[in-house]
């Protein structure tokens, strides 16, 4: 029998996986099981070398269905995560996007429709993969800014802290209304709409509240 297993990746401790099975119930997806990972960089470690990873690995079954928020909680590095999403093709596995209602199964053997999956697979690990660039860079310059300007006056706490400011960002990147962000987020629609305008400032502000 046929089961639907959600994959969740959380990288700190500050972050809850409660937000992506809620997404992923209200797409319409029946969850039967969560495999998810704390603490972990999709940077820096791959799908098959975390703890949880590695057990998705050994659960999935053909006809199973993995279902994601977004490529980015498989890995924010292009070759990793095409990779990754090939190889669970190959096993018969069908995976499904939250976001955007993505459908990648390897069912097709018509070379046109073959192709055309294949290049949107590489344009989401791209994408993916900038993603994590461009926030990685906005934190560093929003460091350097504070380190730069020790002394100046704080301004208002802001309302997110580095978690959900990550959050935003990703959702952005994704093609997310500012209306529809906000309110999965619990901020105010012109706060997302801040962030959006200058990440780099949104950053700053953060580590000036640490």
């Known amino acids: 029998m046929s089961q639907t297993i959600l994959y969740a990746r959380v ?6 996986l409660d937000h992506q099975l809620t997404q992923a119930e209200a797409a319409g997806h029946k969850v039967d099981e ?5 603490g972990i960089s999709g940077i820096t470690t791959h799908l098959c070398g975390r703890p949880e990873g590695k057990r998705l690995y050994d659960k999935l079954r ?4 993995l279902v994601v928020r977004w490529v980015d909680r498989l890995g924010r590095n292009y070759q990793d995560v095409t990779d990754t999403i090939r190889d669970f093709m190959r096993r018969g596995v ?8 993505m459908t990648f199964d390897g069912a097709t053997s ?3 429709q073959m192709a055309v999956r294949d290049a949107l697979i590489g344009f989401m690990a ?10 990685k860079e906005a934190q560093k310059a929003g460091i350097e800014a504070s380190k730069a300007n020790p002394a100046k006056y704080r301004g208002k706490k802001p309302s997110y802290n580095r978690e959900t400011l990550l959050q935003v960002q990703s959702m952005l990147s994704e093609g997310q209304r500012p209306s529809w962000i906000a309110s ?4 105010t629609r012109q706060t997302v709409l801040r962030i959006k305008a200058d990440p780099v400032a949104a950053h700053a502000a953060v580590d000036r509240w640490r």
């Open 126 to 135: 791209a994408t993916a993969q900038a993603q994590a660039e461009a926030i």
């Open 62 to 65: 053909r006809g199973d269905v």
């Open 184 to 187: 999965a987020t619990g901020l």
């Open 11 to 16: 990288s700190t401790k500050d972050q809850n």
């Open 34 to 38: 969560v495999v998810a990972d704390h």
């Open 110 to 112: 018509d070379p046109t």
């Open 94 to 101: 069908v995976i499904r996007t939250v976001i955007n209602n």
